[in-house]
């Protein structure tokens, strides 16, 4: 052990004096270093183990190393290691130290030094969760995801005591998910808090929590979930398989592992769900999906997403079933609208004029009168002023950001309008196409709709209506061909699945949707009892 140490620290007084060209080597030399500090045991001597940790951790300024003396016969020396503003001071005052130093000797408790680790572990230590460890990566692993460790003078083991108390954000709703009826409370950034959420809706024993370390300097803690039972176990395999395979520097959100595990990573149509809301993952989860929870951000993932999983909005759920319905086709409208309103008014306006009736084309000739550029351009112009208005509004504060997006588009507009820049009827279409882009559901396919109604436009001003077919089939023959984590893209539509349109076409009564998608879950897919449907009572006195 000791000549470990030696050599450990004869590896790191060389790479102080490496010169900036070395910096490669150097580089090299500090990743076996911390592969040779996981395999590297705990010392029975304190000094050795401080000497490596002083020379990990010791040039930071909030890492703190308490030294103290066990209050028992033989008087052991103790260290108490932690990082300052990750844990909760007092926790490691009153369950570690003072019951250490004072309330030991008070008691009179004495040991051998074989027993020493049990009478610490077990009789010593009053916090809720203690573990052992062997090896130093463990050690200092465990301090800098806010862990007490605790190393003893004549114990080869440390132990690692959770005192996490650092500064979270209070639970609240999610801006980008607001719902008129639904619950009210939404992820956070820490890990733990996003599980309570989930557990508290799914209180069952088949809900099952995975964790998986991700990245080489950040440990980023990824958890999977799912319910044993009803997600298939080959779905579980293959989410578990493809995170662990990602060997990255760091996790920051999310969305890095989003890239890293999608079917298709060069399609413009997300594959996999995120989302803010516990209650839209516990709905996933009962589906047999599986959802991914990543420390530090708020949004989860949820895989499989086939496209229709985009369309729907967790207020489908708690409205009557039948104005969701209408909702939802609403919706369907606004998505079709979103992608090929401004396409349909170039290629007309410009291929096709005998298409429009003779009173509003004259009406669209006097409004066009003046206007400089073709229908493409005009229309590529306003897109652009649009979708530029709408990332200053969002990048802006929030005081400004929404007076500045409204009042720059009516003053531009009007301007342009003014200026024979372009026509009325243009600014129109542009509005209602931008209107309809934010009723979709989910953010990200709403941007892929704002993606690809530009080359749509390109086609229509070159191609006409031909181009606006062209177009819609290459996008149709893309989704059919995608798939995300197996199951198709399109499932429910293709292939077709009559009894999974009960939520697609429509939303049906939660008493009719007794069974869950058919290509999600082939374990369990019946959700509910039959013969739910309400009746009014039998007049003789029996219910029906």
Known sequence: ??????????????????????????????????????????????????????????????????????????????????????????????????????????????????????????SGITASEVKSTAFMGDVIAGVLYGD??????????????????????????????????????GFTETLRTNITLIR?????????????????????????????????????????????RIDIDGILESSYLEEFIEDSPYSPFPQILHTERPDKVAAALLEGRVAILTDGTPVALVAPAPFITFMQSPEDYYERYFLSTAIRWVRYTAFVISLVLPSLYIAITTFHQEMIPTRLLISL??????????????????????????????????????????VGALVIGQAAIQANIVSP???????????????????????????????????????????????????????????SFGVPYMDSISPFHPGDMKDVAIRAPWWAMDRRPADISSKNRRRQSSGLKPAPPDPGGNKG
């Open 1 to 122: 052990m000791s000549r470990l140490v030696k050599k450990y620290m004869r590896k790191r007084n060389r790479g102080k004096k490496d010169s900036p060209k070395e910096n490669e080597k150097a580089g090299n030399r500090q990743a076996y270093e911390m592969e040779e500090l996981e395999k590297m045991p705990v010392s029975d001597r304190l000094a050795e183990n401080l000497d490596i940790l002083k020379g990990v951790l010791g040039h930071n300024s909030d890492v703190v190393f308490r030294t103290f003396r066990i209050g028992l016969a033989d008087r052991a020396e103790a260290v108490v290691v932690y990082v300052d503003g990750m844990i909760e001071k007092k926790i490691i005052s009153a369950e570690i130290i003072k019951p250490l130093m004072l309330e030991s000797r008070m008691a009179g408790m004495d040991c051998q030094k074989e027993q020493l680790l049990d009478l610490v572990e077990n």
């Open 148 to 185: 007490a460790a605790l190393l003893i003078d004549g114990l080869g083991t440390g132990l690692a005591i959770d005192v996490k108390g650092w500064q979270t954000r209070s639970i609240e709703e999610p801006p980008s998910e607001v719902l008129v009826r639904g619950p009210r409370e």
């Open 200 to 244: 508290r809706k799914l209180r069952s024993p088949d809900l099952f929590f995975r964790d998986i370390q991700v990245g080489r300097k950040t440990n980023t803690s990824v958890t999977i979930a799912y319910i044993n039972g009803l997600a298939d176990s080959s779905l579980v395999a293959e989410v578990i398989s493809r995170i662990s």
């Open 365 to 406: 000739a006097a409004a066009r009168e003046g206007v400089p550029f073709p229908a493409l351009v005009e229309a590529l112009l306003m897109e652009f002023t649009f979708e530029a208005l709408r990332e200053a509004g969002i990048r802006l504060p929030r005081a400004v950001g929404q007076a500045v997006s409204i």
């Open 425 to 483: 009827l243009m600014v129109i279409v542009v509005a209602v196409t931008g209107i309809a882009s934010f009723m979709n559901p989910a953010f990200n396919i709403a941007l892929t709709m704002r993606l690809l109604r530009f080359p749509m436009m390109l086609l229509a001003g070159t191609l006409g209506l031909f181009g606006v077919m062209t177009g819609i089939l290459a996008i149709l023959i893309h989704l059919a061909g995608l798939r």
